[in-house]
């Protein structure tokens, strides 16, 4: 089976948002259909969202799948804005069996990095560098010479002295929930920032997630070392390095 086109598919916290994707260029091939994520977001609610965006697009082939938290071969290890069932579900299996179809799962940030590493705002890109994904949670996939280490759970640092972690203090869903304007959501993605810098000094960061879309009006508030840059994607790249993984390691013709 050739796996040059796949379903790319982004969880997250509030939306289950999915496109066919041409993994070679990023490009979508359809407008991108995006369900409420269910509640609870329980393994079985959010694979019946998944079977539906199959049934949507009468996809036949591969699929790839952005997940808000840890994953290990297919395995979720942590579920902080999804249902806690989901700890030790094998969502690979289990969105497979759903659909019949091949799946692949990786961390959400983990595969818009992967995107916007090979075909966006980081591509030829050597240094060190970080893509967040900030939108009801805090993610990031951190990149040297164009290489993924995954799993970097760094939203939920510890805010230095206090019992509170960096997600919910700067989160596109704090920002909402808090109501807080440009500038002071600006100021907090700024502190947190900072101490990323002062933790792992990427030469080149990248927002992606609802952040992307809005970065003209807080960029000014990032004053970093880092060059920082809007994910070219912006929000799709999840849903693009989702379908990207899955060609690479599901193994295409
Ligand atoms: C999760 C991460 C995820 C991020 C963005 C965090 O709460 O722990 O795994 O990448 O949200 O969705």
């Known amino acids: 089976m050739k796996f040059k086109e796949v379903l790319g598919i982004d969880i997250g916290g509030s939306g289950i948002k999915g496109a066919p994707v041409n993994t070679k260029n990023g490009k979508l091939l359809d407008e991108r259909h995006r369900i409420q994520t269910p509640q609870p977001s329980s393994p079985e609610n959010v694979a019946k969202t998944i079977n539906e965006l199959v049934k949507h697009f009468k996809w036949k082939g591969a699929i790839g799948c952005g997940f808000p938290a840890v994953v290990q071969n297919g395995l979720v290890y942590s579920a902080a804005n999804v249902d806690k069932s ?124 609802g952040a992307s879309k809005k970065m003209d009006k807080f960029k000014e508030f990032l004053d970093l070392k880092a060059k920082v840059l809007p994910a070219h994607f912006l929000n799709e790249a999840g849903i693009i390095g989702a379908a990207m993984a899955a060609r690479v390691n599901l193994k295409d013709g």
Do not use: C
Not at 103 to 121: H, I, P, Q, R
Not at 149 to 172: C, F, I, K, T
């Open 86 to 209: 989901w700890i030790n579900t094998n969502a690979q299996k289990l969105f497979s069996k759903a659909t019949g179809l091949p799946v692949w799962v990786l961390n959400d940030a983990d595969a818009a990095g992967l995107a916007e590493a090979k075909l966006g705002a980081g591509a030829g890109f050597k240094g060190a560098m970080i893509v967040f994904v900030v939108g009801t949670g805090i993610g990031a996939a951190l990149f040297t010479d164009g290489r993924l280490y995954p799993n970097l759970e760094v939203g939920h640092l510890d805010m230095r002295g206090q019992d509170q972690d960096w997600e919910s203090y700067a989160s596109d869903a704090t920002r909402k929930r808090e109501k807080l304007d440009m500038e002071a959501w600006g100021k907090r993605l700024y502190e947190y920032f900072s101490y990323i810098e002062f933790l792992f000094s990427p030469e080149l960061i990248i927002i992606g997630g």
